[in-house]
């Protein structure tokens, strides 16, 4: 079946903008996480839904940070006024379910570039 | 708190030889610790995970890693590389709670040369 895919692959930006991340999960997969990583740097946590709820925000670095999901199906992550610390590659992952015992399954990527 | 070190930035081994990729971590119980490798362009991809039982594990593409709970280690390793295993790895381990999600090291750049 299809894997995990992310829209656009590339996004280049200018400070100030506002730019929407998608991600498309694997169809059942009830999990699904967001993480950054910058240029040189490990993949960094930034939210997970359950379903379409998001139980854990503590990672979205700023209030400029948000993401939704419709039900169990597409997220979007948004970042308003973009600076330019905030270009890295957004990673979207899914799971089956909210356990490290299911692996989670990562899409390629979006590269995000502010200018 | 969980955290993942990797203390190698970058690697370069000859096709054929061995490889060794360093894994440490920081966690108060049994960890669930995963190396995941991520070719350029490619999300990532999970190669081996640990969860408990045989500290052994083996992994895909020929992969295996053994868990030391003294050294609070999780070393990757092959016994000859090929040149298709160039890429970037990373070792992770599991938040267990509230989000479960993965802790990740800053990773280790592996370049084969022929």
């Known amino acids: 079946g299809a894997g995990v895919s992310q829209s656009p692959s590339n996004k280049v930006t200018e400070k100030g903008k506002d730019v929407e991340l998608r991600c498309d999960p694997i169809?059942?997969?009830?999990?699904l996480y967001w993480y950054r990583q910058r240029l040189g740097q490990g993949l960094e946590f930034l939210i997970y839904?359950?379903?379409?709820?998001?139980?854990?925000k503590s990672g979205l670095p700023s209030d400029r940070f948000s993401a939704e999901r419709t039900g169990e199906s597409v997220s979007t992550l948004t970042i308003q006024r973009t600076q330019q610390e905030d270009s890295a590659v957004y990673l979207c992952?899914?799971?089956?379910?909210?356990?490290?015992?299911?692996?989670?399954?990562f899409g390629p990527g979006t590269r995000l570039t502010v200018l | 708190a969980q955290s993942v070190t990797q203390p190698d930035i970058h690697i370069t081994v000859s096709e054929g030889a061995s490889l060794e990729l360093r894994c440490n971590y920081s966690?108060?119980?049994?960890?669930?610790l995963f190396w995941y490798v991520q070719s350029p362009g490619q999300g990532l991809q999970l190669l081996l995970k640990?969860?408990?039982?045989?500290?052994l594990v083996q992994g895909i593409k020929g992969f295996e890693a053994e868990f030391k709970r003294s050294q609070s280690s999780f070393n990757l390793r092959k016994p000859s590389v090929h040149w298709s295993d160039a890429a970037e790895y990373f070792c992770?381990?599991?938040?267990?709670?509230?989000?479960?999600?993965?802790?990740f090291g800053t990773g280790t750049r592996l370049t084969v040369i022929p």
């Open positions: 992952a899914s799971s089956l379910w909210e356990s490290s015992y299911n692996e989670q399954f």
């Open positions: 169809s059942g997969h009830t999990a």
């Open positions: 839904f359950q379903g379409n709820s998001a139980p854990d």
């Open positions: 966690y108060g119980a049994t960890p669930y």
């Open positions: 640990y969860f408990s039982g045989d500290t």
């Open positions: 992770a381990v599991a938040a267990l709670t509230g989000a479960n999600n993965l802790f």
